[in-house]
């Protein structure tokens, strides 16, 4: 069955320092992907989205990576500060139904 | 004002009882969704809709039913409540020109005693 997998537990970094999120997904061959930030409370908030033949996506202090051959993706905030401080959310289509469907997230906190 | 709106905020009811949350969007999108969100599991889909004549049942649909009333507003009722059923709740909105990225409504938290 198709899958998607996030780091469950949390990532706790420095402020100023690059944050690494990773994403991976089974029996996938997503055309793109898709991140969010969600916080504590509130409905989740489109970031980036990255197709399968780009390597890189950039967006200020964030990039992404898709690689499919690894089935993939890595995100990442460079010169990270406490308002950082998100769960991220990775999201596929779903093969042949044209709906996304949601990794669990990893929550990020960036310490002072 | 937001673009998708979701009422009531809060909610909390017994077992057995029928509630309704409701979803209002501006965005003009014709395709809206409605999923749920317990900690560690994520964002599941219980209904989507990609036009007012078409309801779709996404991977969590028993104990639950959808009403989408116009093009702008879309329900969804459980019709008899029970405790697992405590979650919060998100509606949202897609474009399918815009690779299907969802806004997500500000969510609705259920408590069902």
């Known amino acids: 069955s198709q899958k998607i997998e996030q780091n469950s537990e949390a990532l706790n970094i420095q402020e100023g320092k690059t944050a690494t999120l990773t994403c991976n997904y089974t029996n996938y061959s997503p055309a793109y992907l898709q991140w969010y930030r969600q916080d504590p409370g509130r409905g989740p908030v489109f970031l980036l989205l990255i197709r399968e033949n780009e390597k890189e996506k950039r967006k200020e202090r964030l990039k992404v990576t898709f690689d499919t051959t690894l089935k993939q993706s890595l995100f990442h905030i460079t010169a990270s500060q406490p308002a950082d401080s998100a769960t991220y959310l990775c999201?596929?289509?779903?093969?042949?139904?044209?709906?996304?469907?949601f990794g669990a997230g990893t929550r990020l906190a960036v310490h002072p | 004002d937001a673009d998708v709106t979701q009422t009531p905020r809060n909610r909390i009811t017994k077992t057995g009882k029928r509630i309704m949350l409701e979803c209002s969007q501006t965005?003009?999108?014709?395709?809206m969704y409605w999923y749920r969100q317990d900690p560690g599991l994520g964002l599941r889909l219980i209904y989507y809709?990609?036009?007012?004549?078409?309801?779709n049942k996404g991977e969590i649909s028993d104990g639950y039913s959808v009403s989408r009333q116009a093009q702008a507003k879309f329900s969804l009722s459980l019709e008899s409540a029970i405790p697992n059923q405590t979650a919060l709740y998100f509606c949202?909105?897609?474009?399918?020109?815009?690779?299907?990225?969802?806004?997500f409504g500000p969510g609705t938290r259920l408590l069902v005693l």
């Open positions: 999201a596929l289509l779903s093969g042949g139904y044209n709906k996304l469907i």
């Open positions: 809709s990609f036009d007012v004549k078409d309801i």
């Open positions: 949202a909105t897609s474009d399918p020109g815009g690779y299907e990225t969802q806004y």
């Open positions: 965005k003009g999108h014709d395709r």
